[in-house]
Structure formats: C-alpha cells, structure tokens
C-alpha cells in the first residue's frame, strides 16, 4: 500500500474526529426529521437537536442562542452579513471597510457592493500583517457602516486586535463583522468584551463536517439589521431561508465544544511543533516567516524561500507531505498571494512561500520528517538553480 503524505494543511480543511462523527450519525438515519415540522416527534427531535447546537455555538463566543444563525459556511456568512448590512442599511450611508489581507469571501462581496454603488476602503497591513490601529481610524466616516477585519488570517495565521478594533468602531456608531472561521475553537472569543457585531464561523476548520457554518447577529446594543440574502421559507428568524441540515449543525456543534474543551493544551502543544519545524527550517540561509512571530494562530506557519522555484518545492514536498502555497479557495490561481503581496513581497518571493498548517492529529515524529524533506529539498533546488 502506497503511504500517504503527511497532512500539514489544516487551514485549509481538517479531517472529522470521530467523536464528531458519532454525534452525527443519528441524524442522519434515527433521527432523520426537519426542524421546521412541528407537527410530530420526528420534526421535534432534529429542532431540539438544531436548539441544543444553537445553544453550544452561542457559548462558545457569549452570544444568546438567538443570536445565532445557520448557513452553508463562512463564505455564505460573510456574504449575508456585508451584503445583508449595506442593503439593510442604505438610509445610514453607502461606506464599507474592509482589510487587503482579507479572504475573498470577504473582498468580492466588498467588489459586489462597489457596483452597486457603495464605497469600500480597503486598508493596508503592517509589514507583519496587523492593521494598525491608526490607519483604520483615519478612514472611518461619518457615513460608515460596516468594518470587516478578520480574526485570524488563513494564509498567514495573524491574529488581529479585536478588542481594540470594537471599541474603535462602536465609539463611532459603525458595525463591526468579523470573519472568525480560522479562529473558532483556537482563540478565546467573546463578542462582548470584543465587541463584535457579526462573525462568521465555519465547521470544517475545526474537525466538523463541510457544509455548515453560523453567522452571529447582535440583536442590541446595538442591534445588527440585515437584509436576508436567500428568500423562501422564513427560516432562522427570516434571515436565511432553507431546510437545516440537521446532522451537520449537530456536528458542527461538537466540533466547537471539543475544541474549546481541548484548546489549552491543544494551543500549547501546536505552539512547541510550530515552533520545533521553524527552528529546524530556520537553519537555512534566506528562509523568512511570513506574519507576526508570535500574535499568530498556534498551527500556522507560512514561509518564504529565497532563490527557488515555488511550485518546484511544493513538488518536491509532495511525496512526504501536503501543504499549500495559500489559500485552498485560490489555489488553481497563478497569480502571487495578495496576502504575502500585501505584506511587501515580491512576486518571485511570495511564489516561494509555503503555509503547514499543523492540526490535532500531527506528532513531533511526523514533523521532525517534514522538516527533514523539505531542507533536503530546498538545498537541492539551490544547487539545480546554481548549475
């Protein structure tokens, strides 16, 4: 049997843990019902399900459970809370913020709405990939509605401040959205004490199931208004009709409550892998990490190497181990990373970047092979290049 490469792209996607997948299982047979039949035990067991799930995700981030509403994942959370807002909210202003850095399910929405009339100012990055705190604060208007900043970056891992970025923005009256796929189940988050509005949340970044995700929607203090992007049913307090897919929300759900149980030790225990293949890596001359050393997600760590070919790494890695040179969305894309653009890389060195994106189920044996393979190559690369 051919031995498959170690599996070092979580930021891309996990596998389900089976504990995940046990909790969902039922649903799909047993406890088959739709939640919205509230006529017979069937339909009231997938609602208690679909409540019980609402409930976790909600304490998960301090929300109420009302607060929270399901959707196809991230992308489509994102979509219903940008769009949602500008159309809800035309009276208020036509101004949105956005960040460079920002997954495209966040920048093509920002797009979308420029057609339609709405104007997007899109920040920059420090050279470490945080905004500064200052520069978002000369472009907020009186006509701004929305800042969009996400948690923590998918090629890069960065973690934004949150907290600060809040309270910034309800000084000013301005609604605050978040895309927290990256950050659920890995970073503590309160929407609270961040004073968030709006975050998006996805399930298979977090050993759940593809498919599902979650938009959290203040309901005061103040109260987030959207305008429902799918139509047909009323569902999830009007805002996103649909049937709900049952036994991914339960899995969805476990998902989260296993990662915040685990999230201690778990972020210590990526933090020494992280930092144990950096070490090794960093031994070789013109290797640069990409982000913020520290104020980074624990199993992220994306590269650049000086001097090679970038899809000749990636190549020469993939006997041993699957990584990604960015985001799995923009994958099949030729183009240079606009994150690592965004940071002040050249083309050439942000085509020679690597992201592992380390996860629960990786051992210091499987790193120590990693960092072992791609030295090897690299040094072979320089030398073919030399030649």
Not at 222 to 251: C, D, F, K, N, W
Request: with cysteine; proline share 4%.
């Amino acid at each position: 049997m051919v031995q498959r490469p170690i599996y070092l792209d979580c930021q891309a996607t996990t596998p389900v843990d089976e504990r995940v997948l046990t909790a969902m299982l039922p649903y799909f047979t047993e406890h088959f019902g739709n939640a919205a039949s509230a006529s017979h035990l069937y339909g009231w067991e997938a609602a208690a399900a679909v409540q019980q799930a609402r409930e976790t995700l909600a304490e998960a981030i301090g929300a109420a459970p009302e607060e929270m509403i399901f959707t196809s994942g991230a992308t489509e959370a994102n979509n219903l809370a940008i769009k949602g807002v500008a159309e809800a909210n035309l009276h208020k202003g036509r101004h949105i913020v956005a960040v460079i850095t920002e997954h495209s399910a966040v920048l093509d929405p920002c797009r979308y709405l420029q057609t339609l009339g709405f104007d997007v100012t899109i920040l920059p990055v420090k050279p470490d990939g945080l905004l500064a705190l200052d520069t978002l604060t000369q472009a907020l208007r009186p006509d701004t509605l929305l800042v969009s900043v996400m948690a923590a970056n998918n090629e890069i891992g960065v973690l934004q401040p949150l907290a600060a970025i809040g309270a910034l923005c309800h000084e000013r009256q301005i609604l605050f959205h978040t895309d927290a796929a990256q950050a659920i189940g890995k970073i503590p988050l309160d929407v609270a004490a961040m004073q968030i509005d709006l975050m998006s949340l996805t399930a298979h970044k977090v050993y759940g199931p593809k498919g599902v995700g979650a938009l959290y929607v203040r309901r005061r203090n103040p109260r987030a208004q959207l305008a429902p992007q799918l139509h047909g049913g009323g569902h999830e307090r009007g805002l996103r009709s649909g049937t709900l897919y049952v036994p991914q929300i339960v899995g969805m759900a476990k998902a989260v409550e296993l990662a915040i149980a685990e999230m201690p030790q778990e972020t210590e225990r990526l933090t020494h892998l992280r930092d144990q293949l950096w070490q090794q890596l960093s031994q070789v001359s013109d290797i640069y990490l990409n982000g913020h050393a520290t104020q980074r997600l624990a199993g992220n760590l994306n590269i650049s190497v000086a001097g090679i070919n970038g899809q000749a790494l990636l190549l020469g890695l993939q006997p041993v181990v699957a990584v990604s040179s960015g985001s799995a969305c923009s994958s099949t894309h030729t183009a240079p990373s606009h994150v690592l653009k965004a940071l002040g890389h050249t083309n050439e060195l942000a085509y020679a970047s690597i992201r592992f994106g380390l996860g629960r189920f990786n051992t210091k044996q499987e790193i120590d092979q990693v960092a072992e393979c791609a030295i090897a190559t690299i040094r072979s690369l320089r030398q073919v290049a030399k030649v």
